[in-house]
C-alpha cells in the first residue's frame, strides 16, 4: 500500500508541475499550436495566460503583455492579430483597440501556464 501511495503521490506531483495543454478539439489549431510554443520557452513573468473574449462582436483571444516593454496580443478566431491592447514602450499598446478593455465582455480563461516563474 505504501508503493502505491507513493507511486499515486509522484504522478500527481508530476502531472501538476508541467503546463496544461487543451485538447485539440476545443480550442482551433492555431490556438493549440501557441500555447505549445508558450510551454516550450522559458515562464514569463507573469506566466503566461491566454484569455477569450466577446469584443465587438466577435471571439477574440488575448494574450497579456509578458514583461517589460513587450505588448499584448489580441488575436481573432482565425489567428490574426487585430491590435496590441496595452504594453510596449508607452504601455498603450499599438492604438488599434483603444476601447478593448471597456468593451470586452465574457472573459473565459483559456490557458494559463502552471510553471512557476
Not at 15 to 43: C, F, H, M, Y
Not at 84 to 96: I, L, N, P, V
Amino acid at each position: 500500500m505504501r508503493a502505491y501511495t507513493a507511486v499515486l503521490f509522484l504522478s500527481m506531483a508530476l502531472s501538476s508541475s508541467r503546463p496544461t495543454a487543451p485538447s485539440s478539439g476545443d480550442n482551433p489549431k492555431w490556438l493549440t499550436a501557441l500555447i505549445e510554443r508558450l510551454q516550450r520557452e522559458p515562464v514569463a513573468n507573469p506566466p503566461a495566460s491566454i484569455v477569450r473574449y466577446d469584443y465587438r462582436g466577435q471571439d477574440v483571444y488575448y494574450l497579456p503583455p509578458r514583461c517589460c516593454d513587450i505588448p499584448s496580443n489580441v488575436y481573432d478566431a482565425a489567428g490574426s492579430i487585430i491590435c496590441h491592447a496595452d504594453g510596449g514602450f508607452s504601455g498603450d499598446g499599438d492604438g488599434r483597440c483603444p476601447d478593448f478593455y471597456s468593451a470586452r465582455k465574457n472573459p473565459k480563461v483559456i490557458w494559463r501556464d502552471p510553471r512557476a516563474a
